[in-house]
């Protein structure tokens, strides 16, 4: 997010707690006050809260039935000290599961700005997606735009791109098209990618002479 907008980052794959890494803040404590609980900030303006924060380690498994999802979930969403936020964030497992089903049901009264569906160009993954904008469809969340991820690869040296995996039937600008839901852009491949979520770092940040800098900056604004 630009400027200086405060913003929470809420990650509930309750199974993958993957955004603590992603976000350089591995191995840091969850703090509780009269509040609260504490999230973890990355920043002065960015805080995140995951279940990853609360795991004696961080490899241990997440073996849960659905209502201790569903407890959990609700206990991030009511008892979370975030402040004031301009936006709260909430990353999501693929599909359509109970984290999704929990957070319509009790984030309903506060009501859902809308949601961000990520796709890859590949029949299999636009299938994926289009169970979950009907998902959307149907509990009556807006749908603010799909994204195209891995939209070909970019080489970090030369520049030149390539196709990695074909969009056989057009990929999510064809699927949104489809669906009447907005394109917000595609992102190419770039391992540095990769490279900034194994060490925590800000991509956006540290290559900002890669195209996938240019459209993640587009998809934002």
């Avoid at 990853?52 to 849960?64: M, R, S, T, V, Y």
Wanted: net charge negative; with cysteine.
């Amino acid at each position: 997010m630009g400027g200086r907008h405060r913003v929470g980052a809420l990650d509930v794959d309750i199974c993958g707690p993957s955004l603590p890494k992603m976000a350089g803040v591995e191995g840091e404590q969850i703090h509780q006050s009269s509040a609260g609980w504490c999230p973890v900030y990355v920043t002065d303006n960015l805080a995140v809260m995951s279940i990853g924060f609360l795991l004696p380690n961080p490899d241990d498994a997440i073996i849960w039935r659905g209502p201790k999802k569903n407890g959990m979930i609700k206990q991030f969403l009511k008892d979370v000290d975030w402040g004031d936020l301009d936006y709260l964030v909430i990353d999501t497992p693929p599909g359509t599961s109970d984290e999704h089903l929990s957070l319509v049901q009790y984030l309903s009264e506060a009501g859902v700005d809308g949601a961000v569906v990520v796709t890859t160009p590949q029949d299999v993954s636009c299938a994926d997606v289009r169970r979950e904008l009907g998902f959307c469809r149907r509990a009556g969340v807006r749908v603010l735009g799909v994204v195209e991820n891995m939209a070909g690869f970019v080489c970090p040296r030369c520049g030149g791109e390539s196709v990695v995996f074909p969009a056989s039937s057009g990929g999510g600008r064809a699927l949104a098209a489809e669906l009447a839901v907005p394109f917000l852009g595609s992102i190419p491949l770039d391992p540095r990618i990769g490279k900034s979520c194994d060490y925590g770092d800000s991509f956006l940040d540290q290559y900002k002479d890669s195209p996938a800098y240019t459209s993640y900056m587009s998809i934002v604004e």
